[in-house]
């Protein structure tokens, strides 16, 4: 059954918006020796949401740079750079593409293929609007963050070492956030 409900969002406008990554981060967070969290970034390589008049059909498309991981720990970032983790040389990015949009108690979610260490997942972004505004230069944008929780395991990054007081060094599940800004095209 097509859902043919035009949803009403206050200063929406149906266009071609293109991510403004100046003003964009992709952050992910995993548990580290079960007792604290690593954080990183990675750079946006695109990132581009075909709005038509009903947000409810939108569709996304993102690509973020494996190469460009970040954890302030250039030791680490080199080991998730490696074919332990991510093998970015045989996988250079991770891509989304959308396969619907929902509104499901005033929450928007963003379903999708989610393809990363070449396996590719569905997942569900769920996605909190920070608005719609002019910048001083004339340009409209809008604002999003955008969350979900993948097991890295069903991607194929299974890496791990045991510590000698019980359970392993990385956690299997992974938060990824999106926080993003982007601006309609003429």
Do not use: C
């Amino acid at each position: 059954m097509t859902d043919t409900t035009l949803l009403e969002i206050p200063g929406y406008k149906a266009g071609t918006w293109v991510l403004d990554p100046a003003h964009s981060e992709v952050t992910f967070s995993v548990r580290h020796m079960m007792i604290s969290k690593v954080r990183g970034t990675f750079g946006v390589k695109s990132a581009t949401i075909v709005a038509p008049e009903n947000p409810l059909k939108a569709s996304v498309t993102a690509s973020v740079d494996v190469a460009s991981v970040d954890t302030k720990d250039e030791g680490r970032d080199a080991h998730l750079r490696s074919a332990d983790f991510f093998d970015a040389e045989q996988f250079p990015t991770i891509d989304f593409v959308s396969t619907g949009v929902r509104a499901e108690g005033g929450d928007f979610l963003v379903d999708g293929d989610l393809t990363m260490h070449g396996v590719t997942k569905p997942v569900t972004f769920e996605v909190e609007f920070g608005g719609f505004g002019t910048d001083p230069w004339g340009n409209y944008k809008a604002g999003a963050t955008a969350k979900t929780v993948v097991n890295r395991e069903d991607f194929g990054l299974t890496w791990n070492a045991a510590l000698e007081t019980g359970g392993v060094l990385v956690g299997k599940d992974v938060t990824i956030t999106l926080d993003l800004q982007g601006s309609v095209q003429a």
